[in-house]
């Protein structure tokens, strides 16, 4: 088991600029989560799926964008890159979304828009 | 009101130390409680889970106030190796029963 893999791992992304960060879970978990963690910051909830084709927003979703075709995979599209977006991002899976199971995550990618 | 909410930190402390995290959580219909730890610049890991009579790993050991909506961490002769930061993580008591993570606490210990 590759667990939550990640990539990039780092990006440096001019201002206006689009990308995706990409997620995949090989555990088939039902729930995904992006997170956001800024300089000495804690975690904050971007979007979250509970299963292929469903997803929803968290605490600061402007300016990002989610799918869940599969259960594997949950990418994360920048549009329209701002410096407020440099920060490390964070993909995690669960089973059951909480009730005594672990949340595994991904190693993050690093951003940076300059 | 903050979801979660953790002591400032950081905390520094000798090696040996017995040290103690408190959290508190404003949704009472919050259902699963867990500690997670996160190494600088790298993802948080589940430290353990939490359970409502409470329970030890080792030398950690673990609280949960439901009434008072509290959650606390209490770890016996830190190590070197304890340095991280303490995450406290909470679900969120809805339908979707998702994961809300605190700011988490900084611990350093020191030889």
């Known amino acids: 088991n590759a667990g939550v893999t990640q990539t990039p791992k780092f990006r440096i992304l001019k201002i206006g600029q689009s990308m995706t960060l990409q997620c995949t879970q090989d555990m088939n978990h039902n729930y995904m989560y992006w997170y956001r963690q800024d300089p000495g910051m804690g975690l904050k909830l971007i979007y979250y799926s509970v299963g292929a084709g469903i997803t929803d927003k968290g605490e600061v979703p402007n300016g990002y964008n989610v799918s869940r075709s599969t259960t594997e995979d949950f990418p994360l599209r920048l549009e329209l890159a701002a410096p407020s977006q440099t920060s490390v991002y964070f993909c995690?899976?669960?089973?059951?979304?909480?009730?005594?199971?672990?949340?595994?995550f991904g190693q993050g990618t690093r951003l940076t828009v300059v | 009101r903050k979801e979660v909410e953790q002591d400032p930190g950081p905390f520094n402390v000798p090696e040996g130390a017995t040290v103690a995290f408190n959290c508190t959580y404003s949704?009472?219909?919050?259902?699963?409680f867990f500690w997670y730890r996160q190494d600088c610049r790298k993802e948080p890991k589940l430290l353990m889970s939490v359970y409502s009579s409470g329970n030890e790993d080792g030398r950690f050991t673990a609280q949960l106030n439901r009434a008072s909506q509290y959650i606390s961490l209490l770890i016996r002769d830190s190590k070197l190796s304890d340095s991280a930061t303490y995450l406290c993580?909470?679900?969120?008591?809805?339908?979707?029963?998702?994961?809300?993570f605190g700011t988490g606490t900084l611990l350093a210990v020191q030889p």
């Open positions: 949704n009472s219909a919050s259902q699963s």
């Open positions: 993580v909470v679900t969120d008591g809805g339908a979707t029963n998702k994961l809300i």
């Open positions: 995690a899976s669960s089973y059951l979304g909480g009730a005594n199971t672990e949340a595994f």
